[in-house]
Structure formats: C-alpha cells, structure tokens
C-alpha cells in the first residue's frame, strides 16, 4: 500500500536544479512528526540507493555523491519532506523514492532526468 506520494521530477539539463516534494497524505501529523524521513533513488540496472535522510529531530546524512549539492528538508505540520537538488549531473539520472526510515512505507517514485 502506497502510503507517501512524491512529485517534482521531470527532465532538466546538468547544472540545473529540481526540488522533489514527498507527502502523507494518509498520516496524521502525530504519526508522521516521529519518523525519521529518507530519499532513495534507483538507476537502471543499478541497486536503489540511500540519497538523505533526515531524522525527526532534523539531524541529516547524505551520500557521498550528492553532499553539498542536494539539501532535504521537512514540514511536519504539512506531512512533507523535500529533496532540494542543485547542480544536478547526468548520474543523478533516476527514479527517486521517498520512505520512511523504518522502510515501512514508500511512495510510488517520481523520474529525474538529467540530460543535455
């Protein structure tokens, strides 16, 4: 059961930025405020990768590979968290997934292209 719905990707050119928004649409405030929030992201033919997470204390960890570049964020009043992407690169290039820190509970996943 799809329980996180995200939105925001789409097709851009390297160097560009994209914010991908997540929301629990199906969770009260009081249910979404204490889970730590992750953004994945799964290429073809690769393995799906942890991207951020954020902690419900708002402590955040990144992959290597999107530190200084990629930023989340969350509102627990509005049940979201964001994955803000700057100077996206042709290897961000992926279908972007966010869930909850226990795994319990994924969206659908939204595309990031990055091409020229």
């Known amino acids: 059961q799809v329980t996180l719905v995200e939105s925001g990707g789409g097709l851009v050119q390297p160097g560009q930025s994209l914010r991908l928004s997540c929301k629990a649409p199906r969770m009260i405030t009081s249910v979404f405020a204490p889970y730590d929030l992750a953004w994945y992201r799964q290429a073809p033919g690769k393995q799906r990768e942890l991207v951020a997470l954020i902690t419900s204390d708002r402590d955040t960890n990144y992959a290597d590979s999107v530190k200084g570049r990629f930023t989340i964020s969350r509102d627990n009043s509005r049940k979201m968290v964001y994955l803000q992407m700057n100077n996206l690169k042709p290897e961000d290039t992926a279908v972007y997934y966010c869930?909850?820190?226990?795994?319990?509970?994924w969206g659908q996943g939204t595309q990031v292209t990055v091409a020229s």
């Open positions: 869930a909850t820190g226990d795994s319990k509970h």
